[in-house]
Each structure stands twice: as structure tokens, then as C-alpha cells.
């Protein structure tokens, strides 16, 4: 046991010593060692288990240690580990097909990536060379990645490092409805309000300057922010009427996490490019793409896509997508994640009602979040925006962490998305630990 512990020690001082963490000032940081994981756990270095209730980085969705798609790594390894982007493979091809054959039907090809910031980047160039024109509309509550272009989409802080930013990137306001400015009657209402202002604001930076609006489907590491109804058919009539690409980042949301392939779906809206990553490949490898429908397809018949990287469909990515959409479908994971994310529904919501701490809890499939507050009447933020010298935030993750339940919050929002994999058991467990904590929190926001 001693070497064990030992050992953890050492890979700890090497990772401060050597490691830049993401995020963060490196001084004071306390980086658990971890040493195994399977399914919806993982454990450190001394033994310790926890629930993986936010999937890691919201990618893990078919769990750790997956078999089906450790093999079909090995394999293509052994069969191809490398072929440029000029030529035409099997893995290549299925993958593409697979993902085109489960996105929405006005969807015709993929151009993969490594990952979700580039997906977006691409997405930034696709929009420019389809339409010619320049801007490129987001929103505030938003992270789309953290490089250059992905960066400038991206709202939230997390953009200050790239800026002063790259010119023609508007940003506008989301239907938050918990934190609304005004009161709205209902959801049609305040969709209403929100599209309108979204049409002035297109109309005073000209219609004819507007390539893209990206938005997360639904707004992951910024609070799961789920559209009012009609929001997204609203965005869609708007980039119609003035010929503006619609693009999904579905990067968080989608492969399952809402209980659909890509949440999209749950609107019955087309978007015109969808941006993928994460769920894709459950992190096993990196992959990430564009899903371009089959109009914007054909443009790039005659046009050229002045778009490429040396990994763009890596046969070991597309491999592991492969094997990953399979899973999905053998496992029935949307259906699990539909099935399970109701009982998640429903314990958020007695939490809600049991504790004054809670404001608000917000889900669809097995993605949810938690929002904290000190005065359920008020409001009022247990933290406020960006802001936590107290380390409250950090506090209450470090209570459900030792009590065994792993996840990571934005301002004052818990995030809960577990594996798809996850049984109505093992979330009512994991769940038990979270009302533990949130006894605690009420206590602290009563003295
Ligand atoms: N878009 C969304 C919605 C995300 O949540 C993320 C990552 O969290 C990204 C894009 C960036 O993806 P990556 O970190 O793979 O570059």
C-alpha cells in the first residue's frame, strides 16, 4: 500500500513540476492522481472510488474501458495506423456515413477534425466561402473552444486571453429564462422577445455582412441552458429570410447526452452545419467534424473547400467513431439516456422543492445542472458571475468529490451529466451523496 501511495506522490510532484493545467494558476493546485477507470468510475491513487458524474469533460458517454472500442483501436492500429486525407479508407468512409446516417435529413457530408474547437473553426471558414459574407453571430452564455477563431465565437471569459478580437464577431443575449430581465408570461413569449431582438440586431449589422449564427443546441459548460419552445425554428426563420448559415454546435449536446442523437432533434429544426467532438469518440481517441447538409455539400462541388488539416479523418479516429456509434446502438443508449434521465428529472426536482439552496435544476436526457442560490426568492447567486474569492464553489466540489460523486461546475452551477451508461441504481446512489451536500450548503447559506 505504502508504494501505492508512493508512487501517487510522485506523479503528482512531476505533474506540478512539468504539467501546464488548463485553466487555472498553476500554484496551489492539488491534482488528483488517478489510476483506473471502468464504466461510470474511476479511482486514484489511494484506492479511492468515484461516480464519473459529469463524464469527465461531458465526453465520456459510453463509460471508461469499453472493450468493443479498446479492440477496434488496436486493430486498426495493427491494420493502418496512418493515411493522408487525400485517400479514401474504409473507417474513413463508414464513419462518415454512420454519422451522416443518424444526423438530421437534410445532412450530406462530415469533414473531420481533431476535436470541437476545430470543428467550429472550420465551421467559421465553411459559412464565410457558402455565403461571402463575413460576420458571425453568438451568444454570451457560450463556450465553442479555445482556439484563435473558436475563442472569438465563445462568450463567456474564457474569450478575454484572444482578444481584442477578430473583426465581425457580434455577440447577442440567450433565452435564459431562470435570470430573465423581465418577467415573461411563458415560453412562447419570451422566444418571441428574444427573436425579435436577435432580427433588429442582424438588421443593424447588415443582413448582407451576416455569414453564420452559431449556438450550442443546448448551452453545456455555461449551465445547461435548454431553448424555450419555438427558439430554434425562430433562428432558423431568421437565417432564411436572410440567407445566414445555421450552425448546432453540438459538441456537448449531442451523441446521446439529451436523449438523442444530436439535440437538435428534439426540435425538429435542420440546422445547416452541426460541429461534433466529444461523444463521437468518448475521448478513447480525439475526433471531431463538421456535418455540412447536402445544399452546402454541393456548393463545394464547383467551389473549392479551402479547408484541411494532416489529421483530418485519422483512421484510428474513425475507427474508434466506428466502433462508438455502434456501441450506441447496441447498447441502446439513447434510449437509456432518455429512460434514466427521466428519474434524474425527477430527483433534481425533489431536491429543488427540499432545498433552499436550490434556485433552479435544469435537464433533458442525462444533462443537467443545478443552480445555487443564497435566497430562492431573490435569486441571488450563492456566487456571483466569474467571481468566487471564497472558494465556495470549489469547497462544495471538494464535498462531493471526498464523498465519491466527481464533477465540476461554472459560476454557481453543478453540473450532472453521468455516463450514458448509468443505471437507475447506481444515479439514485450517486444522487443520494448530492442531497447529502446540498444539506450542508443549506446550513451554510442559514448562519
Ligand atoms: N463546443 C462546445 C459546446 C464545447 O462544450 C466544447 C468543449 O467543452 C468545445 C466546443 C471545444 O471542444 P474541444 O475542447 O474538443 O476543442
Given at each position: 500500500e505504502t508504494t501505492i501511495i508512493d508512487y501517487g506522490t510522485k506523479i503528482k510532484k512531476d505533474s506540478l513540476a512539468y504539467n501546464l493545467h488548463s485553466w487555472s494558476a498553476q500554484g496551489g493546485l492539488n491534482p488528483k492522481v488517478i489510476t483506473k477507470a471502468e464504466g461510470i468510475y474511476f479511482w486514484d491513487a489511494d484506492g479511492k472510488k468515484y461516480f464519473d458524474m459529469s463524464s469527465q469533460l461531458v465526453n465520456m458517454n459510453i463509460g471508461h474501458?469499453?472493450?468493443?472500442?479498446?479492440?477496434?483501436?488496436?486493430?486498426?492500429?495493427?491494420?493502418?495506423?496512418f493515411m493522408g486525407p487525400a485517400y479514401a479508407f474504409d473507417v474513413k468512409?463508414?464513419?462518415?456515413?454512420?454519422?451522416?446516417?443518424?444526423?438530421?435529413?437534410?445532412?450530406?457530408?462530415?469533414?473531420?477534425?481533431?476535436a470541437g474547437a476545430e470543428a467550429n473553426e472550420n465551421?467559421?471558414?465553411?459559412?464565410?466561402?457558402?455565403?461571402?459574407?463575413?460576420?458571425?453571430?453568438?451568444?454570451?452564455?457560450?463556450?465553442?473552444?479555445?482556439?484563435?477563431?473558436?475563442?472569438?465565437?465563445?462568450?463567456?471569459?474564457?474569450?478575454?486571453?484572444?482578444?481584442?478580437?477578430?473583426?465581425g464577431f457580434v455577440k447577442f443575449f440567450d433565452p435564459y429564462l431562470y435570470r430573465a430581465p423581465i418577467p415573461f408570461k411563458d415560453e412562447k413569449e419570451a422566444t418571441k422577445y428574444y427573436i425579435t431582438q436577435l432580427r433588429e440586431q442582424i438588421i443593424f449589422e447588415g443582413p448582407d455582412k451576416v455569414a453564420a449564427i452559431f449556438l450550442e443546441t443546448v448551452t453545456g459548460s455555461n449551465g445547461i441552458i435548454i431553448p424555450p419552445e419555438g427558439y430554434l425554428k425562430g433562428i432558423r426563420d431568421l437565417c432564411d429570410e436572410f440567407n445566414i448559415v445555421m450552425v448546432c454546435d453540438e459538441v456537448m449536446a449531442g451523441w446521446g447526452r439529451t436523449g438523442e442523437w444530436f439535440a437538435v432533434n428534439h426540435w425538429d429544426v435542420?440546422?445547416?452545419?452541426?460541429?461534433?467532438?466529444?461523444?463521437?469518440?468518448?475521448?478513447?481517441?480525439?475526433?471531431?467534424?463538421?456535418?455540412?447538409?447536402?445544399?452546402?455539400?454541393?456548393?463545394?462541388?464547383?467551389?473549392?473547400?479551402?479547408?484541411?488539416?494532416t489529421y483530418s479523418g485519422h483512421p484510428i479516429g474513425c475507427a474508434t467513431a466506428v466502433a462508438?456509434?455502434?456501441?450506441?446502438?447496441?447498447?441502446?443508449?439513447?434510449?437509456?439516456?432518455?429512460?434514466?434521465?427521466?428519474?434524474?428529472?425527477?430527483?433534481?426536482?425533489?431536491?429543488?422543492?427540499?432545498?433552499?439552496?436550490?434556485?433552479?435544476?435544469?435537464y433533458i436526457g442525462l444533462f443537467s445542472g443545478i443552480e445555487l442560490v443564497k435566497d430562492k426568492t431573490t435569486k441571488e447567486p450563492l456566487v456571483p458571475h466569474g467571481n468566487d474569492p471564497e472558494k465556495i464553489m470549489k469547497n462544495i466540489l471538494g464535498m462531493l468529490?471526498?464523498?465519491?460523486?466527481?464533477?465540476?461546475?461554472?459560476?454557481?452551477i453543478l453540473i450532472v451529466a453521468p455516463p450514458l451508461t448509468i443505471t437507475e441504481d447506481e444515479l439514485k446512489e450517486a444522487m443520494e451523496i448530492m442531497d447529502k451536500v446540498l444539506d450542508y450548503v443549506d446550513n451554510m447559506i442559514s448562519v
Open positions: 474501458g469499453h472493450r468493443k472500442v479498446v479492440d477496434a483501436i488496436k486493430e486498426q492500429a495493427e491494420k493502418m495506423a468512409s463508414e464513419a462518415a456515413r454512420k454519422i451522416v446516417e443518424v444526423a438530421p435529413d437534410n445532412m450530406g457530408k462530415v469533414f473531420f477534425t481533431n465551421a467559421i471558414k465553411i459559412a464565410r466561402m457558402f455565403t461571402g459574407k463575413y460576420k458571425i453571430f453568438s451568444r454570451y452564455r457560450s463556450y465553442h473552444g479555445a482556439s484563435y477563431g473558436a475563442a472569438n465565437l465563445t462568450g463567456e471569459k474564457r474569450r478575454f486571453p484572444s482578444e481584442p478580437g477578430i473583426p435542420n440546422p445547416d452545419l452541426i460541429t461534433f467532438a466529444k461523444g463521437a469518440t468518448c475521448g478513447y481517441i480525439p475526433l471531431g467534424g463538421v456535418i455540412v447538409s447536402s445544399k452546402i455539400a454541393d456548393f463545394f462541388d464547383e467551389n473549392t473547400m479551402w479547408c484541411g488539416l462508438t456509434i455502434e456501441v450506441y446502438k447496441e447498447e441502446k443508449l439513447m434510449e437509456n439516456s432518455k429512460k434514466v434521465g427521466s428519474v434524474l428529472g425527477k430527483i433534481l426536482e425533489t431536491l429543488k422543492t427540499k432545498h433552499k439552496c436550490v434556485g433552479d435544476v435544469r468529490s471526498s464523498e465519491g460523486f466527481a464533477t465540476y461546475s461554472h459560476d454557481n
